[in-house]
């Protein structure tokens, strides 16, 4: 690059499902093609396969893992734009495709940094990622089936015993009145499948640790959370020292409170959810139980308390989210150094009083 402006040829690809557009600018900024190519890898090859060394942006979508891997695996510069921050993409009121492609490439040629890029996870990475979010799927099918069976018999005078999830089929399939037995006899059918689904995703979880992801046993020594987390955990952020400080996981998490401070207005807003939600949804799902009736005492369970402490109608809630965005600091630190976990290390005794 000379004086801030790139020496090569600069792509722009708004990604569409079927087709996609591209712009493409030569070395002095000028629209050298426009053209639209199918949104696959017999379409790129077609298209964009001899292509030379060029600089390609593209927008964060369904099809971006793939094709960013595609470009970078032909030598191509490849920036991957967050389009929630690209406010010149998404505020144009002139908006269509070409002309987003066109703006993306611009901004590519000027300054990569007005893209917010993001960093896709690889190939292998995305594949185990994905095992995790089908498990989640499942297990949300499984609640709204028992959710659905539950209101069911409620709403034809009965009600059926409380018990576990895995339990919910050998404890409450007797129990459902003889006139709605052919119409949930099927719910029960679909809940057991799930729950044996589930189980065996678990078993998957396990396994990958174990041959594939040592480095969760790391993240996972604290009481609360559990494999999955870990993995889950460890799957998203991929590689540990692309944090320059554990301090910056919080918000690539969406853990961190949104700002919209002017002059002395600053208030207090919700967090930003930026970042993968079943992560985020999985650290709180921790944190609940770090600071529920089976947590163990530790910095992080004293933390929450002392945020719950100030009271206020969201006390508890902030106290959670403050327990998580904590939380996925500690398991970074304790990925990155390989230190064992001490539940009361930044805690003091409190010297007990004379008598």
Request: proline share 3%; net charge positive; with cysteine.
């Amino acid at each position: 690059m000379t004086n801030g402006i790139t020496t090569m040829l600069t792509i722009g690809i708004d990604l569409g499902d079927r087709r996609s557009e591209v712009c493409v600018l030569d070395t002095d900024g000028e629209v050298k093609q426009r053209f639209s190519v199918a949104t696959s890898r017999e379409g790129l090859e077609k298209k964009l396969g001899n292509l030379v060394s060029a600089r390609v942006v593209i927008e964060v979508g369904t099809h971006s893992p793939w094709v960013s891997r595609w470009f970078e695996g032909k030598g191509h510069e490849v920036i991957v734009a967050n389009p929630v921050k690209v406010a010149l993409i998404t505020k144009n009121v002139q908006k269509t495709d070409p002309v987003d492609a066109e703006f993306l490439a611009r901004l590519a040629r000027v300054d990569r940094e007005l893209l917010f890029p993001i960093q896709h996870r690889g190939e292998q990475a995305q594949i185990d990622l994905q095992m995790i979010r089908t498990r989640d799927i499942a297990v949300k099918l499984r609640s709204t089936a028992i959710s659905h069976v539950r209101g069911a018999v409620k709403s034809f005078g009965g009600r059926l015993s409380q018990c576990s999830t895995e339990a919910f089929v050998s404890t409450t399939r007797k129990e459902v009145p003889e006139a709605l037995k052919t119409a949930l006899d099927p719910m029960f059918v679909l809940i057991d499948q799930l729950t044996k689904t589930i189980n065996g995703y678990e078993r998957q979880v396990l396994k990958l640790v174990e041959q594939r992801y040592p480095e969760v046993e790391r993240v996972s020594q604290i009481k609360g959370v559990g494999a999955l987390t870990g993995l889950a955990f460890v799957l998203v952020l991929e590689d540990a020292r692309r944090f320059t400080s554990s301090r910056s996981v919080g918000p690539f998490l969406g853990l961190t409170s949104k700002k919209d401070q002017s002059g002395d207005d600053d208030p207090q807003r919700g967090i930003t959810k930026a970042g993968n939600r079943l992560l985020r949804r999985l650290l709180v799902q921790s944190a609940h139980y770090i600071q529920g009736p089976f947590g163990e005492d530790s910095d992080l369970r004293r933390h929450g308390e002392k945020i719950a402490a100030r009271g206020g109608k969201r006390a508890k809630k902030r106290a959670t989210i403050a327990v998580a965005r904590k939380l996925s600091v500690l398991m970074h630190r304790l990925w990155v150094s390989g230190e064992t976990y001490e539940p009361l290390r930044n805690s003091t005794n409190t010297p007990a009083k004379a008598a």
